[in-house]
């Protein structure tokens, strides 16, 4: 074999791991179809959880509900994300933005990156936008399996009420691993499954023992779970 050639074998044989890993897709058998659905499930289980289906853009009043504020206390949970005024910030299943409004004012040189799977969502949060003057929110339409966060360009990911409905967990939890700067956060916010009297259906309920399960096959580390909230967990994790 000449020289040229050996060294062309070597850089091939170098860089097929990486190319192959980036080609990976979930691990197989990760999803387990049944029979049926539950009631607002879509069929699918994930870790022994089934999948809720996608709150549809017609409810999106529901998100804007005055009382969401004394039941969600959002303006504290935005206080306890610690940001700093130049962070950049992925929203992701932002919705009508409740969220992504709220973090916005807190990172005035930095931006937030509102993802949704629905252009009706993204469209409220655009003429949201236009009626306050807010330029520092982008929307993202993204794909039910993929973020569209570019890789490490994110100081921290905010999820609230919304990992439980994505239809492909695994994949977006790459996806959202991939999108963080190293020592960026996820926070995830999710209805407490342990508490019976509160008054949300059951797959829209996660509990701290699950959420952690699924959050151990990926490349972060539970850093702790804020329990100031009635009726949600406010968990946090950290990328290496
Ligand atoms: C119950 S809403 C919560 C919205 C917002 N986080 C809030 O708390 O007001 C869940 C949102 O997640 C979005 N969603 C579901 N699957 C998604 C996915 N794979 N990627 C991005 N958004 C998704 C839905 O379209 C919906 O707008």
Excluded: C
Aim: hydrophobic residues 45%; negative net charge; glycine residues 8%.
């Amino acid at each position: 074999m000449s020289y040229r050639r050996s060294a062309l074998t070597l850089l091939f044989v170098l860089l097929l791991p990486s190319s192959f890993a980036l080609a990976q897709g979930a691990p197989a058998g990760i999803y387990v179809d049944a029979p049926e659905r539950s009631t607002g499930g879509i069929g699918r289980f994930y870790m022994g959880r089934e999948i809720s289906g996608v709150m549809g853009y017609q409810a999106a009043q529901w998100l804007e509900r005055p009382q969401r504020t004394h039941e969600e206390m959002p303006d504290d949970v935005v206080a306890n994300l610690n940001l700093r005024p130049t962070d950049i910030v992925g929203d992701i299943g932002a919705g009508s933005g409740f969220f992504s409004f709220r973090m916005a004012k807190l990172v005035p040189q930095g931006k937030v990156l509102a993802v949704d799977i629905q252009p009706q969502m993204l469209a409220m949060i655009e003429e949201r936008k236009a009626a306050e003057g807010v330029t520092n929110i982008e929307g993202i339409l993204g794909d039910i399996d993929d973020t569209k966060l570019p890789a490490g360009s994110v100081d921290l990911v905010l999820l609230v009420d919304a990992y439980h409905e994505f239809s492909h967990p695994w994949e977006m939890m790459q996806s959202i691993v991939n999108g963080l700067k190293p020592g960026g956060r996820v926070v995830l916010l999710e209805y407490r499954e342990e508490d019976a009297t509160v008054p949300i259906r059951p797959l829209h309920k996660m509990s701290q023992e699950q959420v952690k399960k699924e959050m151990a096959v990926f490349d972060l580390n539970f850093v702790e779970t804020l329990d100031f909230l009635p009726w949600q967990h406010m968990m946090i994790f950290s990328k290496p």
